[in-house]
């Protein structure tokens, strides 16, 4: 026979921390998704964890999915942003947002 105490493997998985790591494109319209996908390619030649919903989607669903995901940060890039040429970065943990050059990145 085998028994490994499912019940106490649950437990302690569930008692283990976790830790946010990695960048969500959060895009809004055809244009952002593009620059997104320029990004989120740039960002992974860097070695970092990143997210891509390829799917039109409202912001609050994409910031629901990259929460859902772990993602330490959420990049948002919607038609204003790239107007101004800026990107607005929301730390998940810390709950803080602020605006970013793409050259920060």
Known sequence: GF???LERVIENISSLPISR???F???LGEESLKKSKE???RLREKGKKTFLFYEEKSLKSQIRLSDRLNARFVLIIGPEELEKGKIIL???ESREQ???TEESL
């Open 25 to 27: 494109l959060a895009h």
């Open 39 to 41: 990004i989120a390619e």
């Open 3 to 5: 028994a490994i105490g």
């Open 21 to 23: 790591e990695g960048f």
């Open 90 to 92: 929301r730390d998940l």
């Open 98 to 100: 602020k605006e970013i």
